[in-house]
DNA sequence: AAACATATGTCAACATGTTGTCTTATTCTA
DNA sequence: TAGAATAAGACAACATGTTGACATATGTTT
C-alpha cells in the first residue's frame, strides 16, 4: 500500500497548502478559505433564498457547531445576515448581504480567479476533468466510512430517550 | 472556470473529510491524522536517526510553531522524544520511541490499512498512479505560490537589520 | 395531546493551522 | 573576531476543525 500512502500523504500536504496560500490570497479582503467556502455557497443560483444553518454545514462537510463560528465571523464583518424562513420556523437562512455580495463578486472573484490560474498551471482540461473526477471518487468513499458507525446514528441530537 | 471551483471546493471538502474519518480510524491509539503522518515520516528509512523540528515542518508544510505543539503532546504521550544532534548542536533531533513504534507498527498500521482500502475502494493501480501524480502536479503548483512572496523571503527569522 | 423528530443555539475541551514577535544558542563567513 | 545566518523555544492572537452535552423551539405522527 505504498501507492496509498504516498496519496493520502500528498492530498494532507494539499489541504495544508489551500488553507495556507488561499487565505492568503483573499487576506485582503478579510476572507479565509473556508469563508471564501461559504459565500462561494451561498453565490449559487440554487442558493439564491439562503440556506439554513444545517444545509450548509453538511454542503461544507464541516460540523455545526464549527459553522457556527465561522457564521459569528462573518456576520461581524457584515457578508451574511440570518433570516427567519416563512415555511419552517425553525430553519434560519443565511444569506448573503448586499456588501458581502460586493466583495465576494468585485473584490474577491479576481484574485480567486488568479488563484486558480496559478495553481491549475499546466493542468489541459483532460487534466482538470479527471483530476476532479478522483477527487470526487475519493470524497465518496470518505464519506461512506464517515457513515458506517454502528452507534448514534450520525449525527447528534438526542432521539428520544435511549431505552434506560 | 467552473471546473477549477469545483475541484477546490472538493479538496477543502477532501481536507475536512480526511481530518475526520483519519483521525477517527487511529483514535482508539490516541492518535490523529497530523501524529499519524509525523510517525509516518519519522518511520521512513531516511528518517532513521530522526529528523530536525524545521526538517519535519518543511517535510509536511506546517509552521514550526504548529508542529511544536504536536511535539508537546507526542512527547507527553510517549511517542516521540528528542535528542540532540552530535554534528549540529543547534539542531534537535526528533525520534520514535520504542513505544511510538510499537503503536505505530503494531496497532496503528492495520487500522491505516484498512482505511485506505475502504477510501481507495474501486480505484485501480493505475486509477491510484493518476490521482497521485494529480496531487503532485498540484502540489507543485500551490508551493510555488507559497515562495511567491516578495517581502519576507518565505520564512521568519531576522536575517540581519532591515536597514531602518 | 403526547411523543418523537428536526433545526438551532450554546458552552466546553481539545487538536490543528496561521501569522507575528522576541530570545537564545550555535555555526558559518567575510 | 565580528557579523550574519540558522535552528529552536516561547508567547500571543486568531481562525478552523472535532466531539460531547444540554437547552429550546417548532414540526410531525400517532
Redesign the interface.
Known amino acids: ?1 505504498e ?20 487565505s492568503r ?1 483573499v487576506q485582503d479582503e478579510g476572507l479565509t ?2 469563508q471564501w ?1 461559504v459565500l ?1 455557497a451561498l453565490s449559487r443560483p440554487e442558493a439564491a433564498q439562503g440556506m439554513g444553518v444545517g444545509e450548509l454545514a453538511r454542503y ?3 460540523s455545526r457547531q464549527n459553522l457556527s463560528g465561522l457564521i459569528t465571523r462573518m456576520t461581524r464583518d457584515g457578508h451574511i445576515e440570518m433570516s427567519t424562513d416563512g415555511r419552517d420556523r425553525r430553519s434560519r437562512l443565511i444569506v448573503m448581504t448586499e456588501s458581502g455580495r460586493h466583495v465576494w463578486m468585485d473584490l474577491a472573484q479576481p484574485k480567486i ?1 488568479a ?9 489541459s ?1 483532460g ?6 473526477h ?6 465518496d ?6 457513515q458506517k458507525i454502528p452507534e448514534s446514528e450520525e449525527d447528534d441530537g438526542h432521539h428520544g430517550v435511549p431505552e434506560i
Open positions: 500500500m501507492l496509498a500512502n504516498r496519496i493520502f500523504f500528498k492530498l494532507y500536504q494539499c489541504a495544508n497548502m489551500l488553507h495556507k496560500t488561499g490570497a478559505t473556508q467556502a462561494g461544507l462537510m464541516v480567479k488563484y486558480y490560474e496559478q495553481a491549475l498551471q499546466d493542468f482540461m487534466d482538470m476533468a479527471h483530476t476532479l478522483y477527487f470526487l471518487k475519493l470524497l468513499n470518505m464519506e461512506k466510512i464517515d
